[in-house]
């Protein structure tokens, strides 16, 4: 009996709005990834090249001459 005396409620969920996204949006995360991108690789650049300007330094300091190409690749002269 007392279930038939209890009233129903409703809830009604209202959700908030979902924000859209934009041109300026899209527009400026594409130019911040772009920058992001031209730093790795401007890092990575001075990186190897730092690596390269320290093994000519090396081998200078050390007297050690690099193999030269012809050597390397097996060349030989045909005369």
Do not use: N, W
Request: glycine share 8%; proline share 5%; hydrophobic share 55%.
């Amino acid at each position: 009996m007392l279930l038939a005396l209890q009233q129903h409620v409703m809830v009604r969920v209202v959700e908030q709005p979902v924000e859209s996204t934009t041109a300026a949006d899209v527009l400026l995360g594409a130019i911040g990834l772009t920058g992001v991108l031209i730093l790795i690789a401007f890092v990575l650049g001075a990186l190897f090249g730092a690596v390269l300007i320290g093994v000519k330094r090396y081998r200078e300091k050390h007297d050690l001459l690099p193999i030269p190409d012809s050597e390397a690749l097996k060349i030989t002269p045909g005369y």
